[in-house]
């Protein structure tokens, strides 16, 4: 079965410990109702930099870095998306950017 990155751009980070452990049961709760679609639920990712092809390195992380990831298995990249739209980071103002895992 076809596996599909979701890599999260943006979202707003939780301001109290309250709201971070209500954003985290949110997540999983996301997660458990995809079951075993989920093969791995990833991480969030810290501040960026980017390796330009001129050998310089610029520490922004580009227009819209990248806030996190997860990888699940997908019969299409239609179902993919489907999956993805209870992502807790669509309610965080974020995006998912869905991207097929090609088989080399």
């Not at 390195?57 to 739209?85: C, F, H, K, M």
Request: net charge negative; with cysteine; proline share 7%.
């Amino acid at each position: 079965m076809p596996k599909y990155i979701f890599a999260y751009h943006g979202g707003k980070v939780p301001e109290t410990e309250e709201e971070g452990a209500r954003v985290m049961a949110e997540w999983m709760a996301w997660f458990e109702k995809m079951g075993v679609a989920v093969v791995d639920g990833g991480n969030p990712l810290g501040p960026s930099s980017t390796l330009h092809s001129d050998g310089t390195v610029s520490s922004d992380g580009g227009p819209n870095p990248l806030s996190g990831y997860s990888l699940v298995n997908a019969e299409s990249i239609e179902q993919a998306t489907e999956l993805a739209r209870g992502c807790p980071i669509l309610r965080a103002e974020g995006s998912i950017e869905i991207a097929e895992a090609m088989e080399m």
